[in-house]
């Protein structure tokens, strides 16, 4: 009896030690194969729907995935070769990890890109504007020249044709006080066509979506003085011949001539109007805008002048571009260093159902006690991660402040043609020189997520620009150590930046204390916030010469 319920059960333990090896091995292929499959997937999706390139990475790989081979899935991968001068060109892009991630996106969604508009209302908006402020601009201005040339073509004197030759004479005669008048036209027309190509005769920096009110108020002007001088010159003129034809009294062209100068004087005035609206109106502080940048809270503040919102939205991003520094929305979450990276949770499981309540609650426990402590010690992780990662950024940027030095000292400018072919032009001595930096400069742009940025072909560019310039090793480096202003990011480098203005008021109303709008491009927004400067009251304290004196007291406990 014991020895076949020995050997029963040494064939249970045989039985089971062989389930439980294939079982294992079972599960070990399906875990590794489903790891492959998973990366590989992983790597395919992520090439298909990462927005940011990795632009200094010089590979590239190609997954296919076919259903051939008894319905499973085959990959092939196809790698091509690194370039041997560009050290590590690996860079992992994540998305962002903050807490208001999920918010950026629904504010994304709920504010549709600008740039996926079509081009050609914008373009409509932009020129349409510009088209019919010329063309009423050049009536205006050749209204004067046309009033004197009309009358020498005869286009107002159809009944004219009874008229004998001396009346003729009389009608078109020009004496001395004439040309005098019409030298004075000629010089106002000259200065009147030079102040409005100075002023007026530029391309148009921004489209705004209300109309501009001081230069439509202008643009009224114009048209209500051409049109009006226009009314009685016709009546004027119609009249004056008439009474010629029939013989009550004759049109001299002087008055014809003095009617023109006035108008060329109104129109001198109405640019004079134009200048102080336009130009000169708000020059002088008023007030002081406040633009904060999310998502990475950057601001700047800066006196503005009287002006609209919606002019104010232009003035604001005309110093977005040139003063801010370039957004990076690789560094929301600073990268951590290998060293630092550790587990921070654990997982139980329960094998054979044993113990399962007492595991699930030491579970519970273990979890809700490990949230505890990283929430009470979140700010001294966020302290330290913040200083080892500056401590990382000085130490790649004093490593890449050497190389470039040491390698600007290999490069000697030729001051002779030597004959025998071995001077090199500056982009072949750029890349003759660029080995001996590449790795600091990778591992610089790395630390600083930087490489989407920068290419090898436009850091070649750079560099031989600065051989031929004979530029110091720190103004090579300045575009890489200096991440301002926004223009210097060849992706912000566009002939059209389309923005979306927001505000609670009319765009069209001058800027008053605590006006408030935003401005909005895909996940950048810029806050301004605006404040009335204060009124100075400066007086004047008048200090008496003679408390100028001064005494000099000694004793024994001074080193004096």
Same mark, same amino acid.
């Given at each position: 009896m014991d020895t076949e319920s020995i050997r029963s059960m040494s064939e249970y333990s045989s039985k089971s030690k062989y389930k439980s090896h294939s079982l294992k091995s079972g599960t070990n292929h399906r875990s590794n194969s489903y790891k492959n499959n998973t990366r590989?997937?992983?790597?395919?999706?992520?090439?298909?729907?990462n927005p940011y390139e990795t632009a200094m990475a010089p590979y590239q790989t190609t997954v296919m995935l076919d259903d051939t081979r008894d319905g499973q899935d085959v990959v092939e991968v196809q790698i091509l070769p690194q370039d041997e001068n560009w050290g590590e060109n690996t860079t992992a892009i994540t998305g962002n990890?903050?807490? +208001?991630?999920?918010?950026?996106?629904?504010?994304?969604? %709920?504010?549709?890109?600008?740039? +996926? $508009?079509s081009a050609f209302p914008i373009l409509c908006h932009r020129y349409i504007a510009t088209t019919l402020t010329g063309l009423l601009s050049l009536v205006a201005f050749l209204s004067p020249l046309a009033m004197l040339v009309l009358p020498k073509l005869g286009v107002f004197s159809p009944a004219a044709?009874?008229?004998?030759?001396? +009346?003729?004479?009389? &009608?078109?005669?020009?004496?001395?006080? /004439?040309?005098?008048?019409?030298?004075?036209?000629?010089?106002?027309?000259? %200065?009147? =066509?030079?102040?409005?190509?100075?002023? #007026? &005769?530029?391309?148009?920096?921004?489209?705004?979506?209300?109309?501009?009110?001081f230069r439509a108020i202008v643009l009224a002007l114009v048209s209500i003085c051409s049109g009006i001088f226009w009314l009685f010159y016709v009546v004027q003129v119609t009249e004056g011949v008439? =009474?010629?034809?029939t013989g009550e009294d004759l049109l001299e062209y002087r008055a014809l001539?003095?009617?023109?100068?006035? %108008?060329?004087?109104?129109? &001198? /005035?109405?640019?004079?109007? =134009?200048?102080?609206?336009?130009?000169?109106?708000?020059?002088q502080p008023a007030f002081y805008i406040k633009v904060v940048r999310s998502p990475d809270g950057e601001s700047r503040s800066y006196p503005i002048g009287q002006l609209s919102i919606q002019r104010a939205a232009v003035w604001v991003l005309e110093r977005y571009y040139t003063e801010f520094s370039i957004y990076n929305p690789y560094l929301e979450r600073l990268p951590v260093s290998k060293s630092k990276k550790n587990a921070s949770s654990f997982k139980f499981y329960d094998i054979e159902g044993i113990g399962s309540n007492t595991l699930q609650m030491s579970q519970s426990r273990g979890t809700m006690n490990g949230h505890a402590r990283r929430r009470d010690s979140s700010?001294?992780?966020?302290?330290?991660e913040e200083h080892d990662y500056e401590r990382r950024v000085k130490k790649r940027r004093a490593r890449l402040l050497t190389a470039a030095e040491e390698a600007f000292t290999h490069v000697k400018r030729s001051h002779h043609d030597p004959g025998g072919g071995s001077a090199m032009d500056p982009y072949e001595a750029a890349q003759a020189v660029f080995p001996t930096i590449a790795r600091s400069l990778q591992k610089y742009l790395r630390v600083t997520r930087q490489q989407p940025r920068h290419t090898v072909e436009t850091i070649?560019?750079? %560099?031989?620009?600065?051989?031929?310039?004979?530029?110091?090793?720190? =103004? #090579?480096?300045e575009p890489y150590l200096s991440a301002a202003p926004v223009l210097q990011n060849e992706k912000e480098q566009k002939s059209l930046q389309s923005w979306s203005l927001i505000c609670n008021e009319l765009l069209t109303r001058a800027l008053?204390?605590?006006?408030?709008? +935003?401005?909005?491009?895909?996940?950048?927004?810029?806050? /301004?916030?605006?404040? $009335? &400067?204060?009124? #100075?009251?400066?007086?004047?304290?008048?200090?008496?010469?003679?408390?100028?004196?001064?005494?000099?007291k000694l004793n024994s406990e001074t080193s004096v």
């Amino acid at each position: 009896m014991d020895t076949e319920s020995i050997r029963s059960m040494s064939e249970y333990s045989s039985k089971s030690k062989y389930k439980s090896h294939s079982l294992k091995s079972g599960t070990n292929h399906r875990s590794n194969s489903y790891k492959n499959n998973t990366r590989t997937a992983r790597k395919y999706s992520d090439s298909l729907n990462n927005p940011y390139e990795t632009a200094m990475a010089p590979y590239q790989t190609t997954v296919m995935l076919d259903d051939t081979r008894d319905g499973q899935d085959v990959v092939e991968v196809q790698i091509l070769p690194q370039d041997e001068n560009w050290g590590e060109n690996t860079t992992a892009i994540t998305g962002n990890t903050s807490v +208001q991630s999920g918010s950026m996106e629904e504010m994304g969604a %709920l504010w549709p890109d600008t740039e +996926q $508009k079509s081009a050609f209302p914008i373009l409509c908006h932009r020129y349409i504007a510009t088209t019919l402020t010329g063309l009423l601009s050049l009536v205006a201005f050749l209204s004067p020249l046309a009033m004197l040339v009309l009358p020498k073509l005869g286009v107002f004197s159809p009944a004219a044709t009874n008229l004998s030759p001396q +009346q003729r004479e009389t &009608l078109l005669n020009c004496g001395a006080e /004439c040309k005098g008048v019409l030298v004075s036209l000629a010089f106002k027309m000259f %200065l009147l =066509a030079v102040a409005s190509w100075a002023i #007026f &005769l530029r391309p148009v920096k921004a489209t705004m979506p209300r109309i501009h009110v001081f230069r439509a108020i202008v643009l009224a002007l114009v048209s209500i003085c051409s049109g009006i001088f226009w009314l009685f010159y016709v009546v004027q003129v119609t009249e004056g011949v008439r =009474a010629t034809a029939t013989g009550e009294d004759l049109l001299e062209y002087r008055a014809l001539v003095s009617y023109s100068s006035s %108008l060329c004087d109104c129109l &001198l /005035c109405i640019h004079y109007v =134009a200048i102080v609206l336009m130009e000169i109106r708000h020059l002088q502080p008023a007030f002081y805008i406040k633009v904060v940048r999310s998502p990475d809270g950057e601001s700047r503040s800066y006196p503005i002048g009287q002006l609209s919102i919606q002019r104010a939205a232009v003035w604001v991003l005309e110093r977005y571009y040139t003063e801010f520094s370039i957004y990076n929305p690789y560094l929301e979450r600073l990268p951590v260093s290998k060293s630092k990276k550790n587990a921070s949770s654990f997982k139980f499981y329960d094998i054979e159902g044993i113990g399962s309540n007492t595991l699930q609650m030491s579970q519970s426990r273990g979890t809700m006690n490990g949230h505890a402590r990283r929430r009470d010690s979140s700010h001294n992780e966020r302290f330290y991660e913040e200083h080892d990662y500056e401590r990382r950024v000085k130490k790649r940027r004093a490593r890449l402040l050497t190389a470039a030095e040491e390698a600007f000292t290999h490069v000697k400018r030729s001051h002779h043609d030597p004959g025998g072919g071995s001077a090199m032009d500056p982009y072949e001595a750029a890349q003759a020189v660029f080995p001996t930096i590449a790795r600091s400069l990778q591992k610089y742009l790395r630390v600083t997520r930087q490489q989407p940025r920068h290419t090898v072909e436009t850091i070649l560019s750079h %560099l031989a620009l600065c051989l031929t310039h004979d530029a110091s090793p720190k =103004a #090579f480096l300045e575009p890489y150590l200096s991440a301002a202003p926004v223009l210097q990011n060849e992706k912000e480098q566009k002939s059209l930046q389309s923005w979306s203005l927001i505000c609670n008021e009319l765009l069209t109303r001058a800027l008053k204390d605590g006006t408030v709008f +935003q401005l909005r491009q895909n996940d950048i927004s810029l806050l /301004c916030t605006v404040h $009335k &400067l204060p009124h #100075f009251s400066i007086s004047e304290e008048v200090i008496n010469p003679k408390s100028n004196r001064f005494v000099l007291k000694l004793n024994s406990e001074t080193s004096v």
